[in-house]
């Protein structure tokens, strides 16, 4: 039985996002917001979500602290970080990471997050349902993010079908 390829696109934090991009389908993607429960992100249903796409790699948004960031938060945001890196440890699924400004430099993107939607939304019409919204701008980031992942990291091969 051949394994379709699946990159898992990973916009970390409480407010991110997880999407799963098969090169062989380039107009589509499945995005959604990172499972929470009672404030912190919920390990159990992220670990299943991912296990049941099944991707054979990981791509994660490598961030840091921002200046004026409260320290609560930066905790806050660190232990979701860390659960993300731990769930797609534990499932042994190969992992890279790339800064935003890798990653959006490679879409011609700024930091504005509504141009991510945008191109969210005219990268993959048939889904757009999954960047309808504004706060939608989490999924549109982990669908890029997993996008550049086929395109930068993949094997030659699977580039050419993306």
Known sequence: MS????ICGIDPGLSGAVAFYFPAAPDRVVAEDVPVAGGK?????????INQLGPTMAVIELVSARPGQGVT???KFGQAYGVVQGVIGSLEIP?????????????HL???????RALALRLFPACSAHFARKKDHGR??????????AEKLCQPDLRSAA
């Open 73 to 75: 938060s930066m905790f």
């Open 41 to 49: 992100i919920d390990a159990v249903t992220l670990a299943k979500r």
């Open 95 to 107: 992992v890279h990471f790339v800064t935003p400004g890798v990653w959006k430099r490679h879409f």
């Open 140 to 149: 549109a980031e982990a669908a890029l993010v997993a996008r550049y992942g």
């Open 110 to 116: 700024s930091a504005d997050k509504e141009m991510a």
């Open 3 to 6: 394994h379709q390829v699946c």
